[in-house]
């Protein structure tokens, strides 16, 4: 079975594209080329890392979230906030503060996310337990960026991806059970997920190994951090410094590397940024490495402190979590405790957290049919031998191989590589007009306008 | 399709990646993702044991729409008693290699869990010969 579900969050705006091709050049699948003189994603391949993203000189590559404007005011709305929003702040600003203003932009309620991490950390003995015979490492699937990454390209190790719900889902179910309970129609209740990254949209629009996600809709981090900036800033004495500890210490730092890996027995390794993630993989398919139990894997670096639509830096982020942290600890022995009201919904939890299985994607093959795909590797390596090698990008596509692989799929052609262009035009196999087409078809109509003024050949 | 790779003796930091090479060439022919997987292993396990073991030595590796087929013929001192040699645990590793975390003695056995095809043949003081062949 495969999975044909290829919804993104990251989109590329072609009117403000240049068609630089920076992004192509650190697309960890492989997944960009140039065509027209801008950038395009081939769908399949696409997991909404966001690397693309964060190289965009002129931000033409942008996240399609829900927005603020689609909230609806007829509902009971319910804000989802990840605890590295609150590490977005100074930390004289306290959880609570910073949660009240969010609530004040227009939403009924507000709910941390990490109060799901509770449920998650009792879950993960019997799950260690139940995958007892499972072949290991067992891979988290918190970060739906790695498990789309694993559909793509390591189809082996889809059966290794923890099959349970992310602690964000576990919270929108938690809230839609609690609602129904306070007599609040279930139709009625709509979460929003206040969101530092493009694959957590996407995870929300087209969950992997559910039908649907419990979640109604996605808010970029940095349209919530200005108007919480906004409010913070004109409030002056705050009475809303009450801090309670709703959850224990540690869940504020699970979206960061280091802190799930401790909940699964056994040997575990955090991994986080999408480079060390592949090469780890690599080793791992390969059977280079044995004796792990559990990976903990992410895509940014420093884990959602990282993400893409967080506006902090992220070593401050993760940074203040590790003050928060201290602070709860120090709150559970002064105050009163406060229960954590979702743990008393663990029962009926325990009942929906599984997720399906997973299925790979078909990012990578070149047919479905072995036969056909064998011709077509065996042209591939021999149009490598003519390729330079390395991997100079000027034909619109990221390496000499990708290359290849567009010519064998009919997407591209030999003369799109400039060094073979050169010998084709001596040869007299193409003339200098077909090869500036070429060019043109590649990098766009006006991309070499410039050259000829200079030239003195055009007017202006 | 045919693939040729050189394996330099003692170079352990290279080991792997003939095997990486083939797995991404698999990997885009719509095999079964557990097929593609047993090749990786077998092939990495293979070179493994030409760098820990022999002088140098070449992979060929032969592919077409029913199998693979994998030869590695290497320089080396050759194997002394192969059916000890097949045996789990059993390695003639240096202290040295055991320190890198090879030569565990599971090499051999776990080249013959992964293909459906193995043989080993050997001359002392000479070299190696390890074929292999997994089919689709």
Known sequence: ?460 | MQFEYDIQGGDFSSAGKASSDIKKVLKQLNIDPQIVRRIAIALYEAEVNVVAHAYKGVMKVDLDAQKIKIVLEDEGPGIENIERAMQEGFSTASDEVRQMGFGAGMGLPNIKRNTDEMHLSSVLGEGTKLEMMVIF
């Not at chain 1, 891979?139 to 923890?162: E, K, T």
């Not at chain 1, 869940?251 to 592949?278: C, H």
């Open chain 1, 1 to 460: 079975m495969k999975d044909r579900n290829y919804t993104h969050a990251i989109q590329i705006d072609t009117t403000k594209c240049i068609g630089c091709s920076h992004c192509m050049q650190v697309c960890p699948t492989q997944a960009i080329r140039i065509i027209e003189g801008h950038a395009d994603i081939m769908p399949e391949r696409c997991v909404d890392c966001g690397e693309c993203y964060r190289v965009c000189p002129v931000k033409a590559i942008f996240v399609e979230d829900d927005g603020i404007s689609a909230i609806n005011i007829d509902a009971y709305r319910i804000a989802l906030v990840p605890s590295i929003f609150i590490g977005q702040f100074p930390s004289e600003h306290t959880a609570s503060e910073i949660l009240d203003a969010i609530k004040q932009i227009g939403f009924d309620e507000v709910f941390e996310v990490e109060q799901a991490v509770d449920f998650m950390k009792k879950t993960y003995d019997a799950i260690a337990d139940e995958a007892d015979y499972s072949p290991r490492p067992i891979i988290g699937s918190f970060c739906p960026a790695i498990v789309r990454l694993i559909q793509v390209h390591y189809h082996s190790l889809v059966d290794q991806i923890l099959q349970i719900k992310a602690p964000l889902d576990i919270a929108a179910l938690y809230l839609r059970k609690s609602k129904a309970k306070e007599n609040i129609n279930p139709e009625n209740i709509q979460i929003y997920y206040i969101t530092p990254c493009a694959a957590k949209i996407v995870a929300a629009k087209a969950p992997v190994g559910e039908k649907v996600s419990p979640i109604y809709g996605t808010i970029d981090m940095k349209e919530v951090f200005n108007l919480v900036s906004k409010t913070l800033m004109e409030r002056k004495d705050s009475k809303l410094s009450k801090q309670v500890a709703n959850m224990s210490p540690d869940s504020v730092k699970w979206s960061i590397p280091g802190t799930e890996k401790q909940y699964f027995r056994g040997r575990s390794l955090a991994i986080d940024g999408m480079e060390n993630v592949v090469e780890f993989l690599d080793r791992l398919e390969s059977g280079r490495i044995s004796g792990v139990d559990f990976l903990e894997m992410r895509a940014c670096d420093q884990g959602c402190a990282g993400g893409i639509l967080c506006p902090g830096n992220r070593f401050l982020t993760v940074e203040r979590l590790e003050q928060r942290e201290k602070k709860l600890a120090s709150l559970i022995t002064t105050t009163e405790p406060v229960q954590n009201e979702l743990m008393e919904y663990a029962e009926e939890m325990e009942k929906v957290f599984k997720v399906d299985p997973v299925y790979p994607r078909d990012g990578l093959q070149l047919d479905d049919d072995l036969e056909i795909a064998l011709q077509k590797m065996e042209r591939i390596k021999k149009l490598n031998t003519y390729l330079p090698g390395f991997d100079c990008g000027a034909c619109g596509a990221p390496t000499c191989r990708s290359l290849a692989e567009d010519i064998v799929k009919e997407k591209a052609t030999i003369s799109h590589c400039v060094f073979v262009q050169r010998v084709m035009e001596k040869n007299y196999n193409l003339s200098p007009d077909q090869a500036f087409l070429t060019i043109e078809k590649i990098w766009g109509k006006d991309r070499l306008k410039k050259y000829q003024h200079s030239n003195g050949k055009t007017e202006s």
